[in-house]
């Protein structure tokens, strides 16, 4: 099992920037695939993006396209999500999980049925 440990939320304003980051342990990080997820009250995670363990492949979902860029640091067992002209949309609780199951490409892997380890969460808020 992959532990998960999430870092870097806060209160920002419309169109400020925010860096997240995912920490893992506990198994060969290097194996997992990541996504990151962001929940809203009332309302199941929602993918915003993965990055593969293999060679790197990413996926973003429409609303961060261009706006959102996921990256992994292996030697520090580290994924980021750096989030960029951020919008108060952007707000709830943001999630990363791994699976060792490649799920991550181009096409699609930003599923929360995809992933089975799970961190508890890190708030960011986008103030208008």
């Known amino acids: 099992q992959l532990q998960l440990v999430e870092s870097g939320g806060g209160l920002v304003q419309a169109g400020g920037s925010l860096r997240l980051s995912c920490a893992a342990s506990?198994?060969?990080?290097?194996?997992?695939?990541i996504g990151w997820f962001r929940q809203v009250p009332g309302k199941e995670p929602q993918g915003v993006s993965c990055?593969?363990?293999?060679?790197?492949?990413?996926n973003y979902v429409d609303a961060v396209k261009g706006r959102f860029t996921i990256s992994r640091d292996n030697a520090k067992n580290t994924v980021y999500l750096q989030m960029n002209s951020l919008k108060p949309e952007d707000t709830g609780i943001y999630y990363c999980a791994g699976v060792i199951y490649p799920v991550c490409t181009a096409a699609g892997g930003t599923k929360i049925d995809e992933y089975a380890d799970w961190g508890r969460g890190t708030q960011v808020t986008v103030s208008s």
């Open positions: 506990g198994s060969t990080f290097d194996y997992y695939d």
């Open positions: 990055i593969s363990s293999s060679y790197g492949d990413t």
